[in-house]
């Protein structure tokens, strides 16, 4: 194990193995791991969500289906990558199959390996709610399904990339035309009928979790999270490729930040920024495939 890891372990242990109650021990890891990041931490915030887990599973049933969604969300994180690979294998011009038998079984393996942490995540994201009808506050309840729609989010992203079809040129010029992009029908070009149904079933899944965790934060009248809210409806329907209703959440966001005071908010402020800067179809979307993958 790394030392860094090593290094992180050792905290959670000094945690777990404090003179602490157990409610310490859950709010000691809660914000241990609101100060990780799931671009290049994702291991640490796996070990903190099983602890977290582990500890809060008979007590406090609710934070226990919080660690559970966020352990969801860093196990998809992981996809990626395996994502990136495997595209690599797969997106030469004109492939219709593989010309070495390892290049074969790396795929295969790596196929293996990218279902099982979606079978992984979805489980995780199940076990929460099972929690959470075991104590349904409303605040734990907002979040769980705010973090599964960020999570489905995510999965429709990585699903685009993996049903992506290479070996057909002309399709991939006209589903990259900025009009086809705009009126959502690329996806007919480059990715099969099974598979388009599988993508709207997972953006619907997203949605509903997301205005779900809406409609209670908007009843318990936590404006920040309320305005937050829309922005990452804005950041999903941007993915999702359909640029006015992007647009719409982006401006309702702003309006509500006005209505109550929340434009000195740091927060909300960088994600306004980042947002603002988006271009009006996804960027994911409007570039080669081999450009927007990542080194390996």
Known sequence: M???ENKFKKILEDIVNSSGTESDQINAISNLMGNLNTLNENIEICMAA???IHIARKSRPEMAAQFCLTRAKAEIAQAGM???EMRNL?????WFGFALETAENRYN?????LNSIWITTQAYIDAGYELLNERPIIGAVAFCHNTAGQIYGTHYLQLKLHYFKAGRPWRSRFGNYNLIKWLDLDDFFVIEKKS???LRKVRGDCLRSIHSALKLFKQEEVHSYVADTYLGLCLEHHSFNSPIRSKY??????QYMRSHDLQSDPRLKLRVEALRDMPSIGSYRT???SDILPEL
């Open 196 to 198: 388009r149904k599988h």
């Open 109 to 113: 393996f790596l196929n293996k390996k």
């Open 90 to 94: 797969t997106t030469a011009i004109n």
């Open 2 to 4: 790394p030392e860094k």
């Open 82 to 84: 395996i994502i990136a």
């Open 249 to 254: 959440y982006f401006y309702v966001a702003l």
């Open 287 to 289: 570039e080669k495939v």
């Open 50 to 52: 099983d602890r977290g």
